[in-house]
């Protein structure tokens, strides 16, 4: 029975790669999972046994890719700044690997199903991002902001995939200087919020983050203690 188990796990492992690569390539509606099923050996009825047919397939393939995303996250360890930056770089590579599938999720927001997806993952993310900038429970104000910020993110990436019109460091750059700014912005708003000790490195005069900004004064630095 174990084996058996095993099995399956390893048939439904197989079938959520396979499905992220057809879906990252083709829409919905273009993807046949009778070939899909055949190129990696296992029988079509493999998926309306496992996920119920094409439909909750579709749905477990973009949920498996962002919990994938939110995996590697969570998994970074460092700097705040640098976990940002290479964060930002794992959200533009997703992009570039999985184009259907992340069109789907930032862009088909008439499908309930879909968007109930999306909503979830991109609330934990604007969490993370808060708690991140706070280093505790963040206000309403905070959380709006990072929203918003994660919503510029998607949107920016999405009109780059389509129109290729500015590199890729150049999205890069505006999707930090913009999440900065928001928190800067934030903290204008409401003055209860604390920055954690994290943000406060980041944005110290030795920072690399104020090239994006360079009309912005440098962070002065602590006093001496001259006693």
């Given amino acids: 029975m ?38 990696i050996g296992v029988a079509a009825g493999s998926i309306s046994y496992h996920f119920g ?3 909750g397939f579709y749905l477990a393939v973009l949920e498996a890719a962002a919990d994938e995303f939110w995996s590697d996250l969570v998994s970074m360890r460092g700097p705040a700044l640098d976990r940002l930056t290479r964060g930002v770089d794992k ?6 690997r999985q ?3 992340f069109e789907a999720l930032i862009a ?5 199903e879909v968007r109930r997806i999306r909503e979830l993952h991109r ?24 929203s918003g910020s994660v919503s510029f993110m998607e949107g920016l990436v999405l009109h780059w995939l389509r129109t290729k019109e500015i590199s890729r460091e150049k999205v ?3 999707i ?7 928190v800067l912005s934030a903290l204008r708003a409401d003055p209860e919020i604390e920055l954690s000790g994290r943000v406060v490195e980041a944005m110290t005069s030795d920072s690399p983050l104020l090239s994006l900004f360079p009309g912005l004064p440098a962070a002065p630095k602590p006093a001496e203690n001259l006693e």
């Avoid at 808060?130 to 902001?145: F, W, Y």
């Avoid at 930090?176 to 928001?182: D, P």
């Fill in 2 to 39: 174990v084996v058996g188990n095993r099995r399956g796990e390893a048939s439904r492992s197989g079938l959520l790669e396979a499905g992220k690569a057809a879906f990252s390539e083709r829409r919905y509606e273009e993807v046949s999972i009778v070939d899909l099923a055949r190129s």
């Fill in 53 to 55: 047919g094409k439909r």
């Fill in 91 to 96: 959200f533009l590579d997703r992009a570039i």
């Fill in 99 to 101: 184009p259907r599938a």
């Fill in 108 to 112: 088909d927001v008439a499908d309930g």
């Fill in 123 to 146: 609330s934990r993310l604007t969490d993370a991002l808060a708690v991140e900038v706070t280093g505790a429970d963040s206000t309403p104000v905070l959380r709006a902001a990072i």
């Fill in 172 to 174: 890069k750059e505006l």
């Fill in 176 to 182: 930090i200087a913009n999440f900065f700014a928001t």
